[in-house]
């Protein structure tokens, strides 16, 4: 699984990129996505869950590790959500602008985004793409819905 993470704020533009093994999960209404973020020592992994509704109106994202976030991005609609950082919690507006859901048998992709408030101003503009293949029969022992 490829997943690149854009960030936009006060005029210049950022990029994560990320590529890792995970799972892919459909619960008859949303995806859901596991995988963990190895992080540089001593700092523990970041366990991530990302869950989207099928029909792209809402994403959860949830970190749990040395901190613990919950993102909510709902189309359309600006939720109040925890961060937490290693200085403390941090309370912020996230306002969810798109989603996109592209999916196959063996690949797929997911792309959302979403703005980010602290205080009331607009603190970035983002946007994740999640890019993915299922792993044939032949590439794993049991396919688990490995990505």
């Known amino acids: 699984m490829d997943i690149t993470g854009t960030q ?8 994560v990129q990320l590529t890792t093994m995970g799972t892919l999960r459909d619960d008859g209404t949303a995806y859901i996505i596991k995988y963990t973020e190895e ?12 869950r ?9 994202m949830t970190r749990s590790g040395a901190f613990d976030s919950c993102l909510m991005i709902e189309k359309s609609k600006r939720n109040l959500c925890h961060y937490n950082t290693p200085f403390g919690s941090i309370l912020m507006g996230v306002y969810g602008r798109e989603s996109e859901i592209v ?3 063996a690949s797929g992709r997911f792309t959302f985004r ?5 205080n009331g101003s607009l603190a970035s503009k983002n ?3 999640m890019k ?8 794993s022992k049991e396919n688990k819905g490995e990505i």
């Open 8 to 15: 936009f704020a006060n005029g210049r533009s950022g990029r």
């Open 39 to 50: 992080q540089d020592p001593p700092t523990e992994p970041v366990n991530v869950t990302v």
């Open 52 to 60: 989207i509704q099928k029909d792209g109106s809402a994403v959860e």
């Open 103 to 105: 999916r196959s048998e």
């Open 114 to 118: 979403y703005d980010i408030d602290v």
């Open 127 to 129: 946007t994740v793409d």
């Open 132 to 139: 993915f293949r299922v792993k044939r029969k032949s590439e």
